[in-house]
């Protein structure tokens, strides 16, 4: 496969043969030859959303074969929106449960599938029980529309680095904090700078470092980047990015018994010519880290905005790290750690300093644990699933975006030391990290044990399903509010962040004189969505679909 796979197969759908039809898998394979490689296709591609013991972010997928014709399966994965939409009532049931689609796969031949299906045989549907204190409904509560409208501008287009969708897996668009110079990168490997209102590549990560994978997507690749506050003067640029795993020891690893799909490493680039394009210069590794699979990496780094000469705060690294999916792939032990690792954190390090373990960064004195010899100096908040996004409101408060596992997706208020309650909790409900986690239950009467910081908004799956953020409209009626939305559906939202429960609520753009939503805007039904803003304070909305960027017309 060559994109992210999320199987919506209902895995617990039930099938009823009709008479004198035969059993479905009849004609599936189960040579052992043809199983180990769709082991691999499935590991590869699959395994990020889909296991055989729970629903994740795509359903249970054991049993998938023994319910369904082996048919249905191939056609659904060639194209799960024209099967959801002909009426199929197992892709209508799913769809309902997952609320996004599945991205289509019509380049997967005959023989890659065969063997997929070919490993999906070999496990049986297995009984899920039902507890009696289970939450059906997380939060009942609808939110409701805004009446906000505000008008787009199309801006540009980047050119696509990939033959099908998303065609430019366009991420992060910000600007240097001091020239106002705008940036804006794709995952497969390309950060642009916008000049005159054109993307020219600045810094090619791929060529940069051949070793680079970007497939099968879900956030691998050229992760995130930030400039050095002082830029201008020093020329120092940080990014993230994942290699196959087992390409070099790596800082931080975990028991060999573990996978290790992807290693996640941060470099420090120095150019010697700060204001030129396109980049010159030479990396520094100075941060490498394994994950079990391909999702829920690096995928933030920051600088405190606010933050000047002399700020203790000055030239501090925020980097987010999540748990790698290690939680719902069976590895809960990673993740609920405590403090006493880097994954399932907000990191701060100096990368000028040289006191941490590997002697490549420095662990500030002040963070939270850094005098705590049984706890990781580098974690300043833990107990995030995937602290995709690291940002600061006007008035300077910390916030993160957390992308949640089957149910509640979250805004934290990050506190340094802080614990926010995964993989125990999701959200303000109660996970077994350790049993099937897609089930949530009330938190329990010792609540106040556990010491878990819970989110100032979460938000369940009936309104989306990964939130990306966050970004505060600067001037006019809407100042202050706060701009998020849904990466697959493309749903958009609006807040102002006031008090401990804010009102959330959602809007719509206005594009060519028409009122429309963000999958009308492109045209399909996985937006991919993303948002940007540049030193002027201009908001941008992007779509990975088509690789395009649009101006936001705030109020």
Not at 286 to 307: M, Y
Not at 425 to 440: K, V
Not at 461 to 487: C, M, Q, R, T, W
């Amino acid at each position: 496969m060559k994109n992210s796979v999320k199987f919506f197969l209902p895995a617990l759908a039930l099938f009823a043969a009709c008479s004198g039809e035969k059993n479905p898998g009849w004609d599936i394979s189960t040579d052992q030859e043809q199983i180990t490689a769709g082991k691999s296709l499935f590991e590869q591609n699959c395994a990020a959303c889909h296991n055989f013991t729970q629903n994740a972010i795509g359903p249970n997928l054991s049993g998938v074969t023994h319910e369904m014709t082996s048919e249905w399966v191939k056609t659904f994965i060639k194209n799960p929106t024209q099967v959801i939409e002909s009426g199929d009532e197992r892709a209508k049931s799913t769809f309902a449960a997952y609320k996004t689609y599945m991205p289509a796969f019509p380049n997967l031949g005959d023989e890659q599938l065969d063997q997929i299906l070919s490993y999906l045989h070999t496990y049986e549907k297995k009984v899920v029980e039902q507890s009696a204190d289970k939450i059906e409904n997380p939060i009942p509560d609808s939110v409701a529309d805004s009446g906000i409208r505000m008008e787009l501008e199309f801006f540009f287009q980047v050119p696509p680095t990939d033959s099908i969708t998303p065609l430019a897996k366009i991420t992060k668009l910000e600007s240097e904090p001091v020239s106002g110079r705008t940036f804006l990168q794709d995952q497969h490997g390309v950060m642009y700078e916008i000049i005159n209102g054109k993307p020219v590549e600045y810094l090619n990560l791929k060529k940069l470092r051949p070793e680079m994978v970007s497939k099968p997507g879900l956030a691998t690749g050229f992760g995130s980047w930030a400039f050095h506050p002082d830029f201008v003067n020093n020329g120092i640029l940080y990014t993230s990015h994942t290699v196959p795993g087992g390409t070099a020891p790596a800082d931080f690893a975990y028991a060999d018994s573990i996978p290790v799909k992807m290693q996640w490493v941060l470099t420090e680039w120095k150019t010697n010519n700060p204001n030129g394009t396109p980049y010159f210069g030479e990396g520094r590794e100075f941060f490498r880290i394994d994950v079990p699979t391909q999702i829920h990496g690096v995928q933030e780094l920051a600088f405190n905005p606010n933050s000047k000469v002399g700020d203790e705060d000055f030239g501090l690294l925020y980097v987010g790290v999540g748990d790698g999916g290690s939680a719902e792939n069976g590895y809960a032990f990673i993740p609920d750690h405590q403090g006493r690792l880097p994954w399932s954190s907000i990191l701060r390090i100096d990368p000028n300093g040289r006191n941490s373990k590997n002697g490549k960064y420095g662990i500030p004195a002040s963070n939270p644990f850094a005098s705590d010899p049984n706890k990781a100096g580098e974690v300043y908040a833990f107990g995030f699933r995937n602290p995709n996004r690291v940002f600061w409101s006007p008035d300077g408060q910390l916030l993160a975006s957390e992308i949640g596992h089957h149910n509640i997706e979250e805004l934290n208020k990050i506190e340094p030391g802080k614990f926010y309650g995964w993989p125990q909790r999701e959200g303000t409900f109660l996970i077994n990290p350790y049993g099937n986690m897609s089930d949530l239950f009330p938190l329990p009467d010792n609540d106040a044990d556990l010491g878990a910081t819970y989110p100032l908004i979460q938000l369940d799956h009936d309104e989306l399903n990964a939130i990306i953020a966050g970004y505060f409209i600067p001037s006019g009626e809407l100042k202050g509010n706060f701009l998020f939305g849904d990466v697959p559906g493309g749903k958009l939202y609006i807040s102002d962040l006031k008090g401990d429960q804010p009102k959330v609520e959602s809007w719509k753009v206005i594009y060519n004189g028409k009122e429309m939503t963000t999958k009308e805007l492109c045209g399909c039904k996985r937006v991919d969505l993303k948002f940007g803003q540049d030193k002027t304070g201009q908001l941008y909305l992007m779509t990975k679909f088509d690789g395009k960027v649009y101006k936001i017309k705030t109020p």
